[in-house]
T-cell receptor, first 112, second 115 residues
Framework: SQKIEQNSEALNIQEGKTATLTCNYT??????LQWYRQDPGRGPVFLLL?????KEKRKERLKVTFDTTLKQSLFHITASQPADSATYLC???????????FGSGTQLTVLP | NAGVMQNPRHLVRRRGQEARLRCSPM?????VYWYRQLPEEGLKFMVY????????ESGMPKERFSAEFPKEGPSILRIQQVVRGDSAAYFC?????????????FGPGTRLLVL
C-alpha cells in the first residue's frame, strides 16, 4: 500500500542550528514533492516544490533535496529561529491526479 | 489580493443536523480541493472540483457528504446528518487553471464540532 512517512513526530533544536526533516514514501511515483508549513489553527502554507528530475532546490534559508532512488526528500532550515517553530508537512502528487497526499507532519520547535 | 476564504471558521452542530462549509478560491483560480484533518492526523484528500464539475471524489465518504462548485458563488461542502466522527478541520485549497504550477493555496479552515 502507498505510504508517506515523516520521521519523528517532534523535533527540538537550538536556535541557529540547522533543522533537517525527512520524508520517505513507498509505492508512489511522484511527479513532484512539496513542503508546507502549518501553524496551530491555520491552514498549510506552501514553502517549496521540487520535481522528480530536480535534485535540490533552495529558497532563502530553506533547502529541499529529492532522491527518487531512495524515495526520500530532506527539508533543511539553516540558521533556525524560534519563528520557524511549526509543523512541517510533505506532500506528493503523482501528476495524473491533482490531489495531494500528505504526510502526518513533523512538529519543529526551535529553542531560543 | 485576497487568499482562499472559508466560512464559517468554526461551526458547532448537534448529531443529525446538516453542516455547510463554504470556500471562495483565490481570484483567477478555477480548481478547488477539499481536505479533512482529523485530530492528531494528517490532511486527507476528499474531493477535487472545477467550475460545475466534480473531477475526483475518491476521498469522499460515500454517504452523507457532497460537494459542489457552481458557476457563480463559492464551493460548498455539505455534510448531512452529522455524527461525532465528522468533527474535524476542513480545509479548502485552490490552484490556477494552468498546470505550470501545481501548488495549492489553502484557506484557514473550518473547524466543525459535532456535539
Amino acid at each position: 500500500s502507498q505510504k508517506i512517512e515523516q520521521n519523528s513526530e517532534a523535533l527540538n533544536i537550538q536556535e541557529g542550528k540547522t533543522a533537517t526533516l525527512t520524508c520517505n514514501y513507498t509505492n508512489y511515483s511522484p511527479a513532484y514533492l512539496q513542503w508546507y508549513r502549518q501553524d496551530p489553527g491555520r491552514g498549510p502554507v506552501f514553502l517549496l516544490l521540487i520535481r522528480e528530475n530536480e535534485k535540490e532546490k533552495r529558497k532563502e534559508r530553506l533547502k529541499v533535496t529529492f532522491d527518487t532512488t531512495l524515495k526520500q526528500s530532506l527539508f533543511h532550515i539553516t540558521a533556525s529561529q524560534p519563528a520557524d517553530s511549526a509543523t512541517y508537512l510533505c506532500a506528493l502528487d503523482e501528476g495524473s491526479a491533482r490531489q495531494l497526499t500528505f504526510g502526518s507532519g513533523t512538529q519543529l520547535t526551535v529553542l531560543p | 489580493n485576497a487568499g482562499v476564504m472559508q466560512n464559517p471558521r468554526h461551526l458547532v452542530r448537534r448529531r443529525g443536523q446538516e453542516a455547510r462549509l463554504r470556500c471562495s478560491p483565490m481570484k483567477g483560480h478555477s480548481h478547488v480541493y477539499w481536505y479533512r484533518q482529523l485530530p492528531e492526523e494528517g490532511l486527507k484528500f476528499m474531493v477535487y472540483l472545477q467550475k460545475e464539475n466534480i473531477i475526483d471524489e475518491s476521498g469522499m465518504p460515500k454517504e452523507r457528504f457532497s460537494a459542489e462548485f457552481p458557476k457563480e458563488g463559492p464551493s460548498i461542502l455539505r455534510i448531512q446528518q452529522v455524527v461525532r466522527g465528522d468533527s474535524a478541520a476542513y480545509f479548502c485549497a485552490s490552484s490556477p487553471p494552468v498546470n505550470a504550477q501545481e501548488t495549492q493555496y489553502f484557506g484557514p479552515g473550518t473547524r466543525l464540532l459535532v456535539l
